[in-house]
């Protein structure tokens, strides 16, 4: 399988994947994610194999009635006031909030397929980010990430199309040049590809540039993608090569403004006769170097 097949594989798979991560990010709405919320604390204060009626004492078969006797009974034994550690008022809290889905119809019949089949481990984007609320810079990294990934992928998309666009030109300037039959010639000949003008020589096709040049043409000289081309490994150095130029101009400012203010200018117009003057010096400095190094070359 060549490595353009493969990419197109991959780059495939990953559309289905997204789709498929899609479709899961759709099917669970806020009461889900209440309901998940719920989970995840329980587990954290009782345990992995805590659920809703096992900390009440009760049986996923029970009434109202049943849950209502059992709430009191463990509210009084979790209530901040009998219990004054840290964590009781988010424990009583929790037990409010686990009444009020049992004790819905629908909400608790949702409860009790999470029950049956398992909470689900990808839960949404929406649920992790009200969650976790993640801040400006978590979410500008994560940004940078798929931005990242997605500039990879255009990367290889132009590296094949590039390499696909190079044998084209060569194929049809080959066949004008040799005629249908390709039947291989060792003279040079002019063609015109796409309103392009080429030169084919026997097996070289090169492209005529307007400057005069002839660039030979080569699939093989097109560069491969790297990783560290995608703009999450570029962009720090771009930015430290900006701060860099910006911090030596303002360095080189302040040298030139420290030397004037130790001269002692008076005006501008002082200031800038002498900046006239170096530049004559300078130039009468270069053209004397230029001068001798045609003496010594002749």
């Given at each position: ?36 919320t719920l989970v995840d604390d329980l587990e954290a204060f009782e345990g992995d194999d805590v659920n809703f009626y096992s900390w009440l004492g009760l049986e996923p078969t029970a009434t109202e009635e049943d849950i209502n006797k059992a709430y009191r009974k463990l509210s ?223």
């Amino acid at each position: 399988m060549s490595s353009k097949n493969r990419f197109i594989i991959f780059s495939f798979s990953v559309f289905l994947l997204i789709l498929v991560f899609s479709s899961y990010v759709k099917a669970w709405d806020n009461e889900d994610h209440e309901i998940f919320t719920l989970v995840d604390d329980l587990e954290a204060f009782e345990g992995d194999d805590v659920n809703f009626y096992s900390w009440l004492g009760l049986e996923p078969t029970a009434t109202e009635e049943d849950i209502n006797k059992a709430y009191r009974k463990l509210s009084l034994a979790v209530h901040p006031d009998k219990n004054p550690d840290a964590k009781s008022k988010e424990r009583f809290a929790l037990l409010g909030a686990i009444k009020k889905i049992l004790r819905n119809p629908d909400m608790r019949k949702r409860y009790n397929f999470f029950l049956k089949n398992g909470v689900p481990k990808w839960r949404g984007t929406g649920y992790y980010y009200s969650r976790y609320r993640p801040g400006l810079g978590t979410v500008l990294i994560g940004l940078l990430v798929v931005g990242s990934f997605l500039h990879y992928i255009i990367m290889w998309v132009n590296y094949f199309q590039d390499k696909s666009r190079i044998r084209y030109y060569i194929k049809e300037s080959r066949e004008i040049a040799w005629g249908k039959r390709m039947k291989k010639q060792q003279t040079k000949k002019r063609v015109f590809v796409n309103d392009l003008p080429f030169m084919v020589e026997g097996d070289h096709v090169s492209f005529l540039a307007d400057d005069g040049g002839e660039y030979v043409l080569n699939e093989e000289t097109v560069v491969r993608p790297k990783i560290t081309d995608v703009m999450i490994f570029v962009l720090p150095g771009w930015f430290y090569n900006n701060v860099k130029k910006q911090f030596s101009a303002k360095k080189s400012n302040s040298l030139v403004n420290s030397r004037y203010e130790k001269e002692g200018f008076s005006s501008d117009d002082e200031r800038d006769e002498v900046d006239d003057n170096l530049r004559n010096k300078t130039k009468r400095r270069r053209g004397g170097n230029k001068r001798q190094n045609s003496k010594l070359k002749s």
